[in-house]
């Protein structure tokens, strides 16, 4: 089954650090596009990074300096991660990978196909 499984959330103080993760079936691995989005109570879902099979990257300018997208193939299996540097609390949010398929990088929500549960990240001042 193709399938996206986050862990790693939790609360940290400001100016802390989080990596969160996603654990990627092999095949959305090898032909999909992922990417990590946020959605904070009120908000509407955002655009936090994204990564394709090349290996290109985009990171919203809001987070570029702080935060990281990454890829990793480690003993079969496949992980999508976000390190999240200088974490303030307007980065309090549920955090969900996406997938889509293929390898255009686009940054709207509707554009992915598969979700993943979401895993929330509580940043205290």
């Known amino acids: 089954a193709q399938r996206l499984v986050e862990s790693g959330g939790g609360s940290v103080q400001a100016g802390g650090s989080l990596r969160i993760s996603c654990v990627v079936s092999?095949?959305?691995?090898?032909?999909?596009?992922l990417a990590w989005f946020r959605q904070s109570p009120g908000k509407e879902r955002e655009a936090v990074a994204v990564i394709n099979q090349f290996i290109r990257t985009w990171i919203s300018t809001s987070v570029e300096d702080r935060f990281a997208i990454s890829f990793s193939q480690d003993n079969a299996q496949n992980t999508l991660y976000l390190q999240m540097n200088s974490l303030k609390p307007e980065d309090t949010a549920t955090y969900y990978c996406?997938?889509?398929?293929?390898?255009?990088?686009?940054?709207?929500?509707?554009?992915?196909?598969?979700w993943g549960q979401g895993t929330q990240v509580t940043v205290s001042s």
């Open positions: 996406a997938a889509r398929a293929d390898g255009a990088m686009p940054v709207t929500p509707s554009s992915y196909t598969l």
């Open positions: 092999e095949f959305i691995a090898h032909y999909y596009s």
